[in-house]
Every structure is written in C-alpha cells, then in structure tokens.
C-alpha cells in the first residue's frame, strides 16, 4: 500500500521536471530563432560589384563637352528670346496663375498659323533640355529628374520676365509647355544618349579584384 500511495508523487514529480524541461526549452528557443536574422543582416550587407564605364573616358568628356557648349549656346539664345523687352506688348502682357487659360486664348485665334508659333514655339525651347541634361549631367539622367530641373529653370526664367523685363509677364502655361518639349526630347533622344555616354558594365570577380590591387599598388 505505501508503494502504490508513493507511485503519484513520483509521476507528479516527473511531470513537473518535463513541465519545466519545456519552459526552458521555450524561452531558449527564441534566442536560435533570432540566429538566422543576423545571417541574413551580414548577408545583406555585402561590397557593391565592380563597375566600369563602355565608353573611353576620352570620348566621354569629349561628348560631355559637346553637349556642355550646346548647352551654353542653347541659354543665350534663350535669353534673348525671353528676357528681351517689348514695349509694344505692355498693354497685352498679363500674368497667368490658371493652368490652360493662355492656351485657350492661343487656339481661340482665328489664324491657326499664330496658334502653332505660339504653342510649338514654347515646345521647342523645352527640347534641348531633354536631349543635353542627360549627357552633361549623369545624376540627372532620369525622366523625372530631367522634367523637375527642366520645370525648375522655366519658372525662374518666367519669374525674371514678370519681374525685371518690360512688356513680359509671368505665364504658367509657357512653362508647362517647356516641360512638355523636355518630355518629348528626352524619349526620342536624351534617354539614348545618355546611355551611351555613361553606360556602364560590371566586372568579373577576377578583374575586379585584380582592379583593387593595381589601386592599393599605386596608392601605396
């Protein structure tokens, strides 16, 4: 009778040992869970590949020249065709905050020749931003970047109108259709040349390695 009365102790005490066996294991586990994050973290965290630049640096520069003296040449004449005062368009000169009224009043004109001159005129000075800022500028070389800056230098250009130039005024419109012709320039041509000028490729493991030693050889 004493052993059968002692057998239930003995069979709580081992399910207690387990109980607390489990609680042990459980609060251990989350430490091996948190293992595999800081395998991935150190993964993660790996060097960059080795690049390098299709075009010789020589013709890179030499294309970004180019399209720098373009780019110079492109500013002056559109200096002289925005900032240039005009007395006789005083009175007809008004500022324009309204996206679309200017252009209503363009394709309102009975003479459709005056509504192109008008319109594709203001095209036309936004092109060369989309073809030249890709080349000169590498950082710069995407759509929305291009379009920002391009934005950007057509609102001061208009500020400096309304402001400083006699018979201009500020006009909302005239930048939104530079912005345009920035668009247009840079999907047929900037976007290729920019590519081609700055393209890049990346190196082998082997030769990017043997890259690294000539570097730390010179600078040693």
Known sequence: MARAALNPRSALRLRTTKSGKDETKDAKSPKKAKAPKSAKATRGARPAPAERSVMAWPLRVLAMLCAFG????????????????????VSMAHT??????????????????????????????GVPFG?????VAPRARGLLRVLLLTAVVMLLVEF????????????IDDVILNTTGALIGYVLLGRRLGRAVHARERL???TAKQTKQTKQAKGA
């Not at 002056?76 to 065709?81: D, E, G, H, P, Q």
């Not at 009043?105 to 005129?121: E, H, M, N, S």
């Open 70 to 89: 373009f780019m110079v040449a492109f500013a002056v004449v559109l200096a002289k065709l925005t900032l240039e005062p005009s007395p006789a368009s």
């Open 96 to 125: 324009n905050l309204h996206p679309g009224s200017t252009l209503h009043t363009y394709l309102d004109q009975p003479a459709l020749r005056d509504a192109v001159k008008q319109i594709g005129g203001n095209v036309l000075l």
């Open 131 to 135: 073809i030249l800022v890709p080349v």
């Open 160 to 171: 400096a109108q309304g402001a400083l130039v006699e018979g201009r005024a500020f006009d």
């Open 204 to 206: 082998p493991r082997r």
